[in-house]
């Protein structure tokens, strides 16, 4: 038995690891106050957000400094998501990640640099080793930007532990100065079962909100009977910036008892689409609002729940008068209470709802094939939440699916027989998802094989067959074809396509590869002189794009330097 002390103290000292954040370890990446545009776990789009939006004065090229000493363990340059990112191991066991960065140190800029000249590609993804690239707390790494997916110049920085869950960098002793309330914005009831109804209607209802003098909320007195289930929308601001960021922390009472307790310290990439579990998704998708759900229904494998009873939902009984509170914190426990009172009235008539029915009754549990001609759709087991109805409709090659309104787990596929097609006229097609109210096709990931064409998506909603003949455009911004550029610093050329989109570009001068970094949102190509490939004085810069059908144009130009 001489190893059931060792193991019981590990146990011990892991429990231990689990709740306990080093507070000095980690310092400020920027050296201006901490500002956040966004904050940990706030919920965006299809996930939540995984770490600090820092606020960099509109401005780029703020210095960005390591958090910590450790080593660069990850270096990722994509055009979208987090554009130009580094991440930095540290001897503790957690990693930092600072993301839409400008560009980098020069020592980690000659790294990367020559990776990309060496596969010819700007998009890149390399783990240095233990040795390469050490950094010290403090040493300059890099220059904020607003590369990939970012909307504004700003410092995405996460801290990351050694199962690459992120957590709430806050729990690390930054200091954001905030004294401002959490704010409720709107509150809905939920009937949960056929029996049970809010204000006479066995809809949701959305409960009027009072303000209280002192900043908490009320709402009129609601008449409720069975099952319910409570929504909030609620949103905190920081002292420092008029934005509106994400809460820390939820939590319901019923007559006293906790219902409900929903914390934001940390969760796992695997979880964070289910984000869609949480909110309530068809709301979001109709109204915008991104409503909270006090409850937990069934198939939710979120592990931001830090505790619940009966998954949150209430009980109310007939000739019954109980109260409901809600309390939103944030970070620094500033907290905002709701405050619902319930009179229980069993009614003899309410309104029930007409549920959607159709042929197309979905098994969330099962495989579901949805065929039609030459269309066939395969959902595989839990590709969706909940079992419901199927819209399923199929016109010439435009298949409705339902609509974006219910949340889908996981992807399924769409297929086309397109034999039916001649051979010229199938290599022009593509499947697009048509978005808006104007149904503008949406290019969707499309592969063909043989006489099949399909796609793998993550969205209902109405796809179609589309076709592209038309060729990418390319036109240069900065200079003119036998200009002279010796004093110029970069050379910029613009590329679009209608229709499918780009899928890749390629330049060369006088035949040989040339690093032109593509941002999207500019739609702009950018070469920079300084990369020292371009020597010679008559240069013949060729740029070729192709879109994602195979459509493709050539650029062609001369330009002299010395
Ligand atoms: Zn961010």
């Avoid at 060792?6 to 500002?35: E, M, R, S």
């Avoid at 290019?443 to 179609?464: F, H, Q, V, W």
Wanted: include cysteine; charged fraction near 25%.
């Amino acid at each position: 038995m001489r190893f059931t002390l060792p193991f019981f103290l590990f146990v011990c000292a892991f429990g231990l690891a689990q709740d306990y954040y080093p507070k000095d370890y980690f310092g400020n990446p920027l050296d201006v106050t901490l500002v956040l545009s966004g904050s940990f776990a706030e919920l965006r789009s299809n996930h939540f957000h995984s770490g600090l939006d820092i606020k960099t004065q509109q401005r780029e090229g703020l210095k960005v400094y390591a958090s910590a000493s450790g080593y660069i363990s990850r270096i990722k340059i994509s055009h979208y998501g987090y554009g130009k990112a580094l991440y930095i191991t540290h001897p503790n066991g957690y990693t930092t990640v600072y993301a839409h960065l400008q560009k980098f140190s020069p020592e980690i800029e000659t790294y990367i640099k020559k990776l990309q000249y060496e596969k010819e590609s700007f998009e890149i993804e390399v783990f240095p080793n233990t040795e390469e690239l050490i950094v010290e707390k403090g040493e300059v790494i890099a220059y904020s930007g607003n590369t990939g997916g970012s909307g504004g110049p700003h410092l995405h920085f996460e801290i990351r532990d050694n199962q690459e869950r992120p957590i709430n960098p806050l729990l690390f002793g930054f200091d954001v100065k905030d004294t401002t309330l959490p704010v409720i914005k709107e509150v809905y009831a939920y009937p949960m079962d056929k029996h049970s109804y809010v204000n006479k209607s066995n809809e949701k209802q959305k409960l009027r909100l009072l303000s209280l003098p002192n900043g908490d909320y009320t709402v009129e007195n609601i008449q409720a009977y069975g099952k319910i289930g409570f929504a909030i929308e609620s949103t905190d601001r920081q002292d420092l910036a008029y934005n509106n960021n994400g809460v820390y922390n939820i939590q319901a009472f019923f007559n006293g008892n906790k219902k409900i307790d929903i914390d934001f310290k940390r969760f796992s990439f695997d979880e964070t689409r289910h984000l869609n579990r949480f909110i309530d998704y068809g709301h979001y998708k109709t109204k915008k609002e991104r409503l909270q759900k006090l409850f937990i229904e069934p198939n939710n494998p979120l592990s931001i729940y830090k505790d619940s009873d009966n998954y949150g939902f209430i009980r109310v009984e007939d000739s019954t008068s109980s109260v409901y509170k809600v309390a939103v914190k944030d970070f620094k426990n500033n907290t905002s209470w709701l405050t619902i009172n319930i009179e229980g009235k069993k009614e003899q008539d309410f309104k029930v709802k007409d549920s959607f029915v159709s042929s197309y009754y979905i098994h969330a549990d099962k495989t579901n094939e949805l065929l039609y001609n030459h269309i066939s759709v395969e959902f595989y087991p839990e590709t969706f939440y909940d079992d419901f109805y199927m819209d399923f409709s199929v016109s010439n090659d435009t298949i409705k699916l339902h609509d974006d309104t219910i949340p889908v787990k996981k992807h399924f596929k769409i297929t086309y027989d397109i034999s039916h097609y001649d051979s010229a006229d199938a290599h022009k097609l593509y499947i697009a998802r048509l978005v808006g109210y104007k149904q503008h096709p949406w290019y969707s990931n499309t592969t063909k094989e043989k006489n099949l064409m399909y796609t793998i998506t993550d969205d209902l909603g109405t796809y179609a067959l589309v076709t592209d003949t038309i060729e990418p455009t390319i036109r240069p911004i900065n200079f003119k074809d036998g200009q002279w550029l010796s004093k110029y610093r970069y050379l910029k050329v613009k590329i679009d396509d209608e229709g499918s989109g780009i899928s890749n570009y390629r330049a060369t001068v006088n035949g040989k590869w040339i690093l032109m970094e593509y941002d999207y949102k500019t739609k702009t190509l950018t070469h920079d002189f300084n990369d020292g490939i371009i020597t010679e004085t008559k240069n013949n810069l060729k740029v070729i794009v192709t879109d994602n059908v195979g459509n493709n144009s050539t650029f062609e130009t001369t330009f002299y330097r010395k």
